[in-house]
T-cell receptor, first 110, second 116 residues
Framework: QKEVEQNSGPLSVPEGAIASLNCTYS??????FFWYRQYSGKSPELIMS????GDKEDGRFTAQLNKASQYVSLLIRDSQPSDSATYLC??????????FGTGTRLTIIP | ETGVTQSPTHLIKTRGQQVTLRCSSQ?????VSWYQQALGQGPQFIFQ???????GRGNFPPRFSGLQFPNYSSELNVNALELDDSALYLC???????????????FGAGSRLTVL
């Protein structure tokens, strides 16, 4: 069974520090990876997508992909209290549908 | 209107009842996916519809069924409700073809179902 695994946390980070969120996936053939942010009681919203090995930066967010290690990460620089949310990692396995991890709860401490 | 809209936002049912949840896709999107998110879990794929036909199904029993209409809006029906069906049901639309798998999903706000 194709799986995406995340540390459920909670992860607490001081305001202004770097938050690092990690995710592993089971299918070496997976090509597409996504990070979604979900505030409590709200729906997931897409933050980043990454398809190639290496880093992809967008503002304060950097996604990192290492296909050899089957590992995806999300770094949030200069963390703000508004970044406090659950972060969902998702992977696309072949032609199957998007598979999500259980999410990591992040709390930014002012 | 842009964005994905879902209704109702909250509802309470009892075991054995039936429920219908509705979703209007984002303008221009031809594919709708339904996900179930239990408390503290990630969304679990239920099924996807492309041009009114089911295009993929997750590990859910047949009492979970769906429809997609010509205007790309969609319904999720659940029969014989069980306590474990209590969850947030998320609809997501995307612009896909049958062979492409899920591309970028735009989620609605969800329908929170409580089964007593």
């Amino acid at each position: 069974q194709k799986e995406v695994e995340q540390n459920s946390g909670p992860l607490s980070v001081p305001e202004g520090a770097i938050a690092s969120l990690n995710c592993t996936y089971s299918d070496r053939g997976s090509q597409s990876f996504f990070w979604y942010r979900q505030y409590s009681g709200k729906s997931p919203e897409l933050i980043m997508s990454i398809y190639s090995n290496g880093d992809k930066e967008d503002g304060r967010f950097t996604a990192q992909l290492n296909k050899a290690s089957q590992y995806v990460s999300l770094l949030i620089r200069d963390s703000q209290p508004s970044d406090s949310a659950t972060y969902l990692c998702a992977a696309l396995f072949g032609n199957e549908k998007l598979t999500f991890g259980t999410g990591t709860r992040l709390t930014i401490i002012p | 209107e842009t964005g994905v809209t879902q209704s109702p936002t909250h509802l309470i049912k009892t075991r054995g009842q039936q429920v219908t949840l509705r979703c209007s896709s984002q303008s221009g999107h031809n594919t709708v996916s339904w996900y179930q998110q239990a408390l503290g879990q990630g969304p679990q794929f239920i099924f996807q519809y492309y041009r009114e036909e089911e295009n993929g199904r997750g590990n859910f029993p047949p009492r979970f069924s769906g429809l997609q209409f010509p205007n790309y809006s969609s319904e999720l029906n659940v029969n014989a409700l069980e306590l474990d069906d209590s969850a947030l049901y998320l609809c997501a639309s995307s612009l896909d073809s049958p062979s492409s798998g899920a591309n970028v999903l735009t989620f609605g706000a969800g329908s929170r179902l409580t089964v007593l």
